[in-house]
């Protein structure tokens, strides 16, 4: 028996590093790098902002490849939530995306939940749902108010 | 110390029984039971159908309140896919609602995300992200034929 050969030259250690390669990987339009943060699980869930739900590795690929085919996304991610167990882990992230034309820039916000396993391999994504945000969170001021002291 | 009481009457022994008992509340516009699924965790965060992230228990109440003064939302699942761990369970599936009106029934489908965790208490959901679907999964059938020998 031969051990798998890592997909990546990362060590997927943690969620946090599978999270910053696979942002890595869409602002470098990096097909591969993209889908080594996936798990090998059969039923890994994709949904893109506005569109339908992409299930496995193979359509995922196709559904990436379509998006880089118009280069890479110029975005930064903002205000993790996370919620983390020994061997899974919630972030609810906002995705901020900036595209400098000759009009200015034009901003647009995206509301991400992205699930982590850990695998034999390190941590790996199961799931990744986008979806079109307007960069606010409801309810978050509310909370803060009652959670300090 | 006193253990603290359970917050429902349900016994939440698995990820499906939260589930359940999720959906029960939506169709019955039962405010309690639903929250009564919810992890205490302060980042915990449901995203509605179109809508803007909401972040902690006092929000999420506050955006199920205003859904049900219109009463409940009569909905049934399909199509989970899972991906579980000893602590952590995601389900991606359809919720696929029918509404009775004098001009016939009217159909939406919605995807979602639901996460939960095991606690102390039991399983508990700690995300649930919503947005319009439209029933089809792309790339489920092509998969389907890869993995059937």
């Given amino acids: 028996m031969v051990a798998p050969p890592p997909k990546t030259a990362h060590l997927l250690a943690s969620p946090d590093d599978v999270e910053a ?22 039923d890994i869930v994709c949904v893109h902002p506005g569109g339908p739900r992409v299930v496995g590795a193979r359509a995922i ?24 167990t020994l061997s899974a882990a919630m972030h609810n992230l906002v995705e901020a995306v900036a595209i400098v034309s ?38 978050a001021s509310d909370d803060a108010q009652t959670t300090l002291h």
Same sequence: chains 1, 2.
């Fill in 21 to 42: 390669q696979f942002y890595e990987a869409l602002r470098e339009a990096d097909l591969d790098k993209l889908m080594g943060v996936w798990s090998d699980d059969d």
């Fill in 102 to 139: 000759a009009d200015g820039v034009q901003r647009a916000s995206v509301v991400a939940t992205n699930v982590y396993v850990k695998t034999a391999l390190g941590w790996r994504m199961v799931s990744h749902h986008a979806s079109p945000g307007d960069g606010r969170d409801m309810g």
């Fill in 61 to 84: 690929r196709a559904s990436f490849e379509a998006i880089f085919a118009n280069g890479g996304i110029p975005l930064q991610t903002e205000n993790c939530k996370r919620v983390h």
